[in-house]
């Protein structure tokens, strides 16, 4: 098993500009998130899923869209970068609820918005 | 707001010393994990703790969740290099919103 992947690994944009961040995982997993980690500020929730067609907001989802069209893909969308969105972007995957079960990381990605 | 305080933010030790850190908050949690991150990867669990007042050991680590599971401790016994890392806790107070500390940062010095 693969695990949690994400593509790119590093990723530079200009104010204004979008993109697509990649979070696929191979363990059947129902329950995928998205975080992102400041320095000094630990992990913040910003999208979660509970399955396939299901998304909802965590604690920091503005300026950011989710969906889960397939069990193994939750893809996190910028529309419109801002330099505050400039951070480290972590996916994670869990059979269960987010603090019932083990949740599995993946080994993120660094944005850095200009 | 940041609802877990974690302390001491950094910690630098000596191979072979003992450690504590701390995670409290001034909300129930209905369960508390511990995780370890280490430069460019993500977050890996070490234990999850449930019941007020439940201790669990891993090796040389042991957790500790308190009696009103508002507060948790992570102790390291005779640390090692190896042990170096940031250590997160991270509460759930439903079974869908997860709140990360802001994480200790732990180097241990051969």
């Known amino acids: 098993n693969a695990g949690v992947t994400q593509t790119p690994k590093f990723q530079v944009l200009k104010t204004g500009q979008s993109m697509t961040l990649q979070c696929a995982q191979d363990?059947?997993?129902?329950?995928m998130s998205w975080y992102r980690q400041d320095p000094g500020m630990g992990l913040r929730l910003i999208h979660y899923s509970v399955g396939a067609g299901i998304t909802d907001q965590g604690e920091v989802p503005n300026g950011y869209n989710v969906s889960r069209s397939t069990t193994e893909d939750f893809p996190l969308r910028l529309l419109s970068a801002a330099p505050s969105q400039t951070s480290v972007y972590f996916c994670a995957s869990s059979y269960g609820g987010l603090g019932a079960e083990t949740q599995y990381f993946g080994p993120g990605t660094r944005l850095l918005v200009l | 707001t940041q609802l877990l305080e974690q302390s001491p933010q950094f910690l630098s030790i000596q191979e072979g010393e003992n450690l504590t850190v701390y995670c409290n908050s001034s909300s129930v949690f209905s369960s508390l994990q511990w995780y370890r991150q280490e430069p460019g990867e993500g977050p890996v669990l070490l234990v999850t703790v449930v019941t007020g007042g439940e201790v669990k050991k891993l090796k040389r680590l042991t957790f500790q969740f308190g009696d009103a599971r508002k507060d948790s401790s992570l102790h390291i016994t005779a640390a090692q290099p190896g042990d170096t890392g940031l250590y997160l806790c991270?509460?759930?107070?439903?079974?869908?919103?997860?709140?990360f500390g802001a994480g200790t940062r732990l180097t241990v010095k051969p």
């Open positions: 363990m059947n997993h129902e329950y």
């Open positions: 991270a509460g759930t107070y439903n079974n869908n919103d997860m709140r």
